[in-house]
């Protein structure tokens, strides 16, 4: 039998690696792939402590938001014709 | 004879997760996507959660990946510069997601609480939206209804 | 929970309405929706559910924000022609409604999303490239936040104590609080007025409300709290100073008053009653400014454009000036008595360097909304 938190630190890394990769690409679907990679870190975690049905809602919302996600940025590219995030430097931050 | 497979699974999922976030061509990283969700799928069934396994298949594999694939062919990404040119971004990058890995492991062996993994079987799944988590069920409709108006309405204004 | 259903039924009445093209009935349907959903939080009605309570708190909470977008939507001239946005403001405002009242953490998160999803596609709804900017912005940031909240809830139940630690920072992301609050100022400044009223007010607003129940159920974070409170006052009205740009402006000021907030929140339940003036205050004050400006024939974001506004609208800058002194914390205006709460449960608990930063803060707050009242009074 597996123990339980090795499911824990495989998660861990799967969502460091989601965030490193929101945190340095810059085409804004990568992105959105990221953090999608990182829903499903937290989903492998939920589902080894025993929340399937968090998990279930987990998925939903990430479907919901990935259809708000590639329409907004199919808009964006046909706007700006790019995907490129640090286009959008328009705004001062 | 599981612990065979889930080394295996475990390391396709973080050599696929690498290639998302290092890839330059977008179509690599979608399909290196779907390997990680298909490895993580492995995981599922090593746990015993085969319902969830199938769902997870039907919606990211078949769903997500899909709607991400046909995106990508729609607009031609080839001309995007790929990564942060700045390299105190990388640095940056690097030194969160480390402190982030290195706070967790910390953290991590002292206080873990294990739980046995039940049955996570359709029935009391099915059981559980139905009766606690009837609520929230019903409230994600107004979550997929806001979503269906949100991607029509900025489908159309143009 | 009747308010909820009322809301869910005029929401999918609006939508309705717009696809059978009914556009002049909408702003009835929405309006009235509106004030039957406050009325209905005085309806004893419940449904059995673990997931959601309604008590006091939550129904206080609720009919403010009930109210502040009822108001809120009757001032609004700018609705011709996008009807979807009412179904969208209304689902949003479900959510918001949620965020009061979860008893669970799934509902959390859920409350959040509800809350989130309608405003980046209504951040994106305006005509310039800089909505939709703001709305992509919105997006990616919102998305990453929820999933470092999902993340500190999986690592909750799988027994780590650093998991309510990462919640906290993703409702303080929603919050506005200051090391997250870069994408406050360029979203505000992107969307639509009307929709940068809801963010700076119902949204703040809930998002604090769902902060402190979350944080009544024991979990202990006082001092980060504090400190990132301490952060957020100072540097938000700071920043406020060189702004030329009205939403900016009141970004900068949103995120100042969300950490004399803040500062309530993390003193706990014993101060929650200041907790709710402080935010009737803030959303009164915020209410009359945007109301009062989105109320003009042609809304222009430049402070400039204010310039001798008092010799043309009088009565609209007096009702302003009324608004902007309130939030500065002038008295005998509510916003001093907030911000007088505030000072005087920190002094009570013997925080003394943060009664120092609070009055600091207010001072050059004071300063800042003076400069903009003089605005009003320079004479072309």
């Known amino acids: ?93 | ?158 | 929970m009747t308010a909820i259903l009322v809301l869910s039924g005029v929401g999918i009445l609006s939508m309705i309405a717009d696809a059978l093209q009914l556009g002049r009935w909408m702003r009835w349907i929405t309006g009235i929706g509106l004030v039957a959903a406050f009325a209905a939080t005085f309806c004893p009605f419940v449904i059995p559910t673990t997931m959601l309570v309604f008590d006091e708190t939550s129904l206080t909470w609720t009919r403010m924000l009930i109210g502040f977008t009822a108001v809120l939507y009757s001032l609004d001239r700018h609705s011709d022609g996008h009807h979807h946005h009412d179904a969208l403001l209304i689902f949003s405002l479900i959510g918001a409604v949620l965020m009061t009242a979860f008893s669970h953490i799934l509902m959390l998160f859920l409350a959040i999303e509800i809350l989130s999803i309608p405003l980046y596609v209504l951040a994106g709804s305006g005509d310039s490239h800089h909505s939709l900017e703001a709305s992509m912005k919105y997006f990616i940031l919102g998305s990453f936040a929820t999933a470092i909240l999902l993340f500190g809830i999986a690592l909750g139940y799988a027994g780590v104590p650093a998991g309510a630690l990462l919640v906290v920072i993703g409702l303080c992301f929603k919050v506005g609080a200051v090391p997250f609050h870069l994408w406050v100022p360029d979203v505000y400044e992107g969307s639509p007025v009307r929709f940068t009223a809801f963010m700076s007010i119902v949204v703040k607003i809930a998002a604090i409300a769902g902060l402190a129940r979350f944080l009544s159920w024991g979990f202990g974070y006082r001092p980060l709290l504090i400190g990132l409170a301490v952060i957020s006052m100072i540097i938000g009205a700071l920043l406020a100073l060189h702004q030329t740009s009205i939403k900016r402006w009141m970004a900068y000021s949103g995120i100042s008053h969300a950490g004399f907030m803040l500062v309530l929140v993390a003193l706990g339940e014993v101060v929650f009653p200041s907790l709710l003036f402080y935010a009737l205050a803030y959303g009164m004050g915020s209410l009359v400014v945007f109301g009062l400006l989105g109320a003009q024939d042609q809304f222009d974001d430049r402070i400039d454009s204010l310039t001798g506004l008092f010799f043309r609208h009088p009565a609209l800058s007096v009702g302003l000036i009324l608004g902007l002194l309130s939030l500065a914390g002038i008295p005998p205006l509510p916003g001093f008595f907030a911000k007088f709460l505030v000072l005087a449960h920190t002094w009570h608990l013997g925080l003394g360097g943060v009664v120092g930063v609070a009055l600091l803060a207010s001072l050059v707050s004071t300063f800042v909304y003076l400069k903009f009242v003089s605005v009003l009074f320079i004479r072309k």
Not at chain 1, 19 to 42: D, F, K, P, S, Y
Not at chain 2, 98 to 105: C, R
């Open chain 1, 1 to 93: 039998m597996i123990p339980t938190y090795s499911y824990l630190v495989l998660g861990c890394i799967l969502f460091s690696i989601g965030t490193l990769g929101v945190l340095i690409r810059r085409n804004v679907v990568i992105v959105l792939m990221c953090i999608e990679l990182m829903l499903n870190a937290v989903n492998l975690i939920l589902v080894s402590v025993c929340e399937p049905v968090f998990v279930f809602f987990i998925m939903m919302v990430a479907a919901v938001e990935v259809s708000v996600g590639l329409a907004l940025i199919a808009r964006v590219y046909r706007k700006f014709g790019t995907t490129d995030i640090s286009t959008f430097g328009q705004l001062k931050g």
């Open chain 2, 1 to 158: 004879m599981s612990d065979i497979f889930f080394w295996v699974f475990s390391v396709m999922a973080v050599v696929s997760a690498l290639s998302v976030v290092l890839n330059r061509n977008p179509i690599y990283s979608v399909l290196s996507l779907i390997v990680c969700f298909f490895s993580i799928a492995g995981h599922y069934v090593l746990m015993g959660a085969l319902f969830l396994c199938a769902v997870h298949i039907v919606v990211y594999a078949g769903a997500i990946m899909v709607l991400f694939l046909f995106v990508i062919m729609l607009m031609n990404l080839k001309d995007v510069p790929e990564f942060v040119s700045k390299w105190w971004h990388f640095g940056a990058a690097g030194a969160a997601v480390a402190a982030m890995v290195f706070g967790l492991a910390t953290h991590l062996f002292q206080s873990y609480n294990p739980r046995v993994i039940g049955d996570m079987q359709l029935k009391p799944i099915a059981q559980a939206l139905f009766t606690t988590y009837a609520v929230p069920f019903e409230l994600s409709a107004i979550l997929f209804l806001s979503a269906v108006i949100g991607v029509v309405a900025l489908g159309k204004s143009e």
